[in-house]
């Protein structure tokens, strides 16, 4: 099996990458892998290695959503099965891979908007005296990637009909703890009242946080914090009080895979689409009860 990884940019993606290993070992799958390094090129290049070597089934993260149908035709007129994981992608023609399994990044950004209207009812309720609105500035993953746009939409779906809701900022952190940083330097720069910092992932929570602190705001107090992964990280933060609401989002896909991949090789059918389970965590649950996160 071929494996390309968009990189290792986090300690959720190598779990990620860990678990599709640990599982291919388990299962006595010889694994192809590859490291992208957050380069679309190299997952071609990549893809058309496990061509050349005759792997059985291709299976890859993609890094953003468009410019896959050549290399994928390229696989089919090889013969070789292809399934998309963790990230979805857009072609003309959706029959150029056999599956895909992931996070739902719909539903993320869903639980999120969910979460941030359930927090803030008092003030809603204000909003028609006061006209003051509730502020959010939006941690955006990499820019054309399928989980960033589904976060986004999600989110942004659920607070549509709230017009007491406005993003005021919303830039690309590349879901790297630095950039998330950085970000954050620059928006507390620009606004004096913030209310909710919503971010596509704990590494630029984590990032964001460090430069609150550096300035004296207390996070998950003065501004309230959603985040989607559920790193250690981000479950130590929420029991701490800087962080409100964890949405996990589940690395630990490898068996699936491997079993997916099992069948593609067997030329045996499989689902289209197939999302993994996944918890959302608040700062009001028994924290105690969360199990060691393993990433």
Not at 155 to 172: G, N, T
Request: glycine residues 8%; charged residues 25%.
């Amino acid at each position: 099996m071929g494996f390309s990884q968009i990189g290792a940019e986090s300690a959720w993606r190598t779990c990620n990458t860990r678990s599709v290993q640990d599982a291919a070992a388990a299962q006595g799958v010889q694994l192809v892998y590859d490291n992208a390094e957050q380069k679309q090129e190299n997952q071609i290049k990549a893809i058309r290695s496990f061509i050349a070597y005759q792997v059985d089934v291709i299976v890859f993260v993609p890094i953003v959503t468009d410019g896959w149908d050549n290399v994928l035709q390229e696989a089919r007129d090889a013969g070789i099965p292809v399934l998309v994981t963790d990230r979805k992608i857009e072609v003309a023609d959706p029959s150029l891979y056999a599956g895909f399994i992931g996070t739902d990044s719909l539903k993320e950004g869903r639980n999120a908007g969910q979460f941030v209207l359930d927090t803030f009812s008092e003030k809603r309720k204000r909003f028609e005296q006061t006209k003051e609105p509730i502020t959010i500035v939006e941690l955006f993953g990499t820019e054309g990637s399928s989980v960033a746009n589904g976060r986004a939409e999600g989110f942004r779906e659920v607070l549509a009909s709230h017009p007491e809701f406005q993003i005021i900022y919303s830039k690309s952190g590349d879901f790297l703890r630095s950039k998330g940083y950085e970000l954050a330097v620059e928006f507390l720069d620009m606004y004096e009242d913030i209310d909710v910092i919503f971010s596509h992932n704990d590494g630029m929570t984590l990032g964001a946080i460090e430069a609150m602190e550096e300035r004296g705001i207390r996070p998950g107090k003065d501004i309230v914090i959603v985040t989607i992964d559920a790193q250690q990280a981000a479950i130590d933060a929420l029991r701490e009080g800087k962080v409100n609401c964890v949405i996990e989002c589940n690395p630990k896909t490898g068996p699936e895979i491997i079993r997916l991949a099992e069948r593609l090789a067997a030329g045996q059918y499989i689902p289209r689409l197939q999302y993994v389970h996944e918890e959302v965590f608040y700062e009001t649950d028994d924290l105690s009860l969360i199990e060691p996160r393993g990433y």
